[in-house]
């Protein structure tokens, strides 16, 4: 294995953070920079469900804690009506990925109907919000960087 090169072994059954982010202990750092830098490989039975807004299930996929900050990875069932307040991130961008349903998306001052299969990509400092405008909807949400203990929001009243 050359100076780059990182060894990691992936055991079935680990936990969504056992080896993500981690690198064995005879692999040095390199050029490639820090262990966040390894692959992570999180199995649906190892990732974290969330209550949320109006009993809305949060899958966490990939937390901050697994990739080492550099992002955090949810996915959303929800239902009609349900949206998060307006709102603005000052410390990372967000991708929104409507795999199903629809929604109304307001960045600034304008509104944007998404459909789905659409895409919408939130710089820092957007002041932005959504609306899900379908009877259910799944959405696939991409934050980076993230920090760790960000990553799951709190549990709505």
């Known amino acids: 294995m050359g100076p780059t090169e990182h060894r990691r072994t992936w055991r079935p059954g680990s936990s969504a953070t056992q080896g993500c982010g981690q690198e064995d202990d005879a692999a040095a750092h390199g050029p490639r920079g820090s262990a966040a830098s390894i692959p992570c490989l999180a199995q649906r039975e190892d990732q974290q469900r969330v209550e949320w807004i109006g009993g809305s299930v949060i899958s966490v ?10 992002l955090a990875v949810g996915r959303f069932d929800i239902s009609k009506g349900e949206a998060p307040p307006f709102h603005v991130h000052n410390n990372e961008d967000e991708v929104l990925l409507l795999q199903s349903g629809s929604a109304l998306v307001w960045t600034d001052e304008e509104e944007h109907e998404l459909q789905e299969g659409g895409i919408v990509f939130l710089p820092r400092h957007t002041p932005h919000g ?7 909807a799944d959405l696939l949400l991409i934050s980076t960087p993230r920090e760790a203990g960000d990553d799951v929001p709190p549990r709505g009243p």
């Open 61 to 70: 996929l990939l937390d901050a804690e697994a990739t080492g900050g550099q």
């Open 130 to 136: 959504y609306r899900i405008t379908s009877d259910k």
